[in-house]
């Protein structure tokens, strides 16, 4: 099977979706998919070549095409993105049109849309769900686009479109096993990083993105003044009482960090769409892979993943109740360890590789579980 994957999009990036693209396209080579990936070429302050910055085997081809690249000033710089985005994904389109593989794959509909009369599979896989956007869902329609939906909710918006229940399939995201499953002690990796061994802490890693819920740990933080809330991510750096900002990490101390909690904590807000319904966090699944219990907002979109024997969920947006939640963990070290070990031996079925297995087979039409 030959499979392009249009990235409509800056690569390497240091934002999460380049991970998981680049760690998509890997995991397909490794089943044996002849994998070229292909994104625009931008102007970047990251100098590393994709697979040094992403670690990954050198096992597919990646293709920068040219691309219009350009900034408007100010509050204009927000229509340049969105022309750039535009002319890219025409470019990206023209590349697929060329090349006819057997599958094009991509997170964004514009690239898809523009494949008019194209013998190829489409395959759209779906982060998110706009109700302005359902005329392009349309289209993608229309182009018989198959659809990876990272959540049962995100399955039940494409349905509700009109695509068959037999073209939309849930694969939540994954995570490198082996790169986080390290044999690591606590105290080494604090002793590694620069943490304190003779603190309890609390551990958030990701972006800062309002509906993350980065304000309801940090409110948290107040009920238990004695234990260290580190924020792992943004742009941000500093302490604020028991509060430790450390900014941007790259991907690959993560682990190290993650090895370092007395707890990990997914605070997602459950006022918006994307938090309660949508989202599959990567995140998630490298928390579970690193041995250490979880406390998490009770979300539907978490709960496709977690329960009361893998985690500690919590009422969404209530710091005190996710306070309390830090506390139950602190206080019950057999609790701690059932429902850390459950979700270590529960994450090895999210691997990238399990993931990948499932969609080969879901775009081959072979009989599988689509749930």
């Not at 579970?288 to 329960?307: C, H, N």
């Amino acid at each position: 099977m030959d499979l392009l994957y249009l990235a409509n999009l800056r690569l390497p990036t240091e934002k999460a979706h380049g991970i998981q693209i680049a760690k998509m396209c890997e995991a397909f080579s490794d089943q044996g998919v002849n994998v070229t990936l292909v994104s625009p070429t931008r102007a970047s302050p990251i100098k590393e070549n994709l697979f040094s910055f992403y670690n990954l085997r050198d096992n597919f081809k990646f293709v920068s095409i040219p691309a219009a690249d350009f900034y408007f000033p100010g509050f204009l710089d927000r229509l340049s993105f969105h022309i750039k985005s535009f002319l890219s994904a025409k470019k990206l389109s023209d590349y697929a049109r060329k090349n006819n593989p057997d599958v094009v794959y991509s997170r964004e509909e514009l690239s898809l849309i523009f494949l008019k009369k194209i013998p190829s599979t489409i395959v759209y896989e779906a982060h998110k769900f706009s109700f302005l956007k359902r005329p392009l869902y349309g289209l993608l329609l229309r182009r018989k686009a198959r659809i990876i939906a990272l959540t049962e909710g995100l399955k039940r918006e494409f349905t509700n479109l009109g695509f068959s229940e037999r073209d939309v399939i849930v694969a939540p995201d994954g995570v490198d096993f082996n790169k986080f499953a390290i044999n690591v002690s606590k105290a080494e990796a604090r002793t590694k990083i620069g943490l304190p061994l003779d603190k309890k802490i609390a551990l958030y890693s990701g972006s800062t993105l309002r509906w993350k819920g980065l304000d309801t740990f940090e409110r948290a933080s107040k009920f238990l003044p004695d234990i260290n809330f580190v924020v792992v991510g943004g742009n941000y750096t500093g302490v604020k009482e028991n509060l430790h900002y450390l900014g941007y990490q790259l991907h690959s101390k993560i682990p190290f960090y993650l090895k370092s909690a007395d707890i990990l904590v997914l605070p997602n807000r459950k006022d918006e769409r994307i938090s309660r319904l949508y989202t599959s966090p990567m995140k998630l699944f490298e928390y579970m892979a690193s041995g250490r219990p979880i406390v998490a907002s009770s979300l539907p979109s978490i709960k496709e993943v977690l329960d009361h024997e893998t985690s500690v969920l919590v009422k969404p947006d209530d710091p005190q109740a996710l306070a309390e939640g830090i506390k139950i963990i602190l206080q019950n070290n057999d609790l701690a360890e059932k429902i850390s070990a459950n979700a270590f031996q529960k994450v090895n079925n999210f691997t990238w590789q399990a993931r990948v297995d499932k969609i080969i087979r879901f775009i081959s039409n072979e009989n599988i579980n689509l749930i």
